[in-house]
């Protein structure tokens, strides 16, 4: 030991790297973090936390509709200000951030704030003081990066994800690229927020993975809120016109003009420029490290966890393989993270909430499948009179009674979704579901009184 600098060095201190850190410090263990941007990563400072705060900003819009319903009278007509609302989101991602140093801090963690590259299996480069860290064991918890793929001509005129959170202005127009759950949230929260708002897919339809049924639902809904929906279609250039107009040209259909395009096109391993290759770690097509169960890659000493393994690209699971990882080689716990029942939301507006597997999923895997649905006005509704209505699913195998699927599009079902999935991970059973007294009045009280399967 006495031939290492540290125990761990930690490459990247966002939701995996900071835990990783933290808890093999607990253990006893001798780390250094190193980190090039701020501290909290993606989630933190350009990801789910100022994603979920300007999703909240974007709802209340209704709420003051829905309110006149409810015999309220609202004094003056609500108006919106983005510079408020993007500096207190900004404000509020400083403290975080500053609470994730503490932690670190409080941990006897030595932080270094620069990039760091790996030099051997186990040796680590500051790449500004260009100290060298001889390190027993290396994490590298280095996150993704937003990619626009293919790149095409006029693509710098597009921003991504990281700089939507620091627009000068609110756009009158946007363009967003992409279909995945990064690409939905942002188009629902900028038409909740006034912006005609344009989704160019290249597919033929969104959220790929996800149930058909909540799918096209979804699609239906946010259409209905006023996004332009053009699916099966690519960009093949932008360019900018002499107003700044950005316009967007596809092979069919009318030119796209936008004052800001989003492209969310999805997001790649940050492992360029690593020193991973160098030093024999095995890298996937995507540049993602290749791990094992126990988030080991190729070179022994050499760990990775969360999206730059591109396995479940969300924060939880993140937190949960760095504290796997900590736990296993400095503790005296060895475990690893189950992937297999993962819940997860879309935060869109109507929300998105699913755990386990889809119909298709089910089915594909080789489960005779029994469909419980329910589609209905939520309460809340009948008075306000707004159209919106929620849909439940249980994907049930007929052969164990088993409920492996449950998808929920609606008002709070990402809430919803992460109690339902202790049951669904405890293996809960359709007669599970039906013996539990439902709580009324509430939406979530369906999934305990479907009866009746689909037919067919
Ligand atoms: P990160 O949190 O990305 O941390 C990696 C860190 O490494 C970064 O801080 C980076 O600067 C640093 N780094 C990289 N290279 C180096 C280097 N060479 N030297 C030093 N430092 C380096 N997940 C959810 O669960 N729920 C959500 O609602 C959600 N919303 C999202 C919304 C958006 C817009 C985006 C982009 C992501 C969202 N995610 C969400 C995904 C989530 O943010 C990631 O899954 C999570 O942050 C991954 O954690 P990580 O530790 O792997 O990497």
Redo the contacts with the bound molecule.
Sequence with gaps: MADFDVDLFV????????RAARIASSHGARVMI???????????????VP??LFVYASRFAEDFEDAAGFGWTLGTRPSFDWPTLRDAVANEVTRLSGLYRKGLEGAKVEIRE????VEGPQSVRL?KSGQIVRARHILV????W?SFDPPIPGGELGIS??EVFHLPVLPKRMLVVGGG??AL??ASLFARLGVAVTLLHRGDNILRGFDEDIRTRLRDALAHAGITFRLGCTIERIEELADGTRRAHCPSGTPIDADVILV?TG?RP?TK??GLEQAGVELGPLGEIVVDAATASSVPSIHA????TNRV???????RE?HSFADSIFGSKRWIVDHATIA??V?TTPEVGTVGLSEGQAMAAGHDVRIFESGFRPMKATISGRQERIYMKLVVDVKTDRVLGVHILGHDAGEIVQAVGIAVTMGATKADFDRTVALHPSAAEELVTMRTPRAG
């Design positions: 490459i990247g201190a966002g939701s995996g790297g900071t190193a980190e090039e941007d701020r501290i909290g990563g993606t989630c933190v400072i350009r990801g789910c994603k979920k620069e990039r760091a590259v790449a918890a280095t996150g993704g937003p994800s990281n759950y990064i949230e942002f969310a997001r940050n420029g690593l966890v969360g999206d730059v690209n969300l924060t939880p699971v993140a937190i760095g997860s939301a935060f």
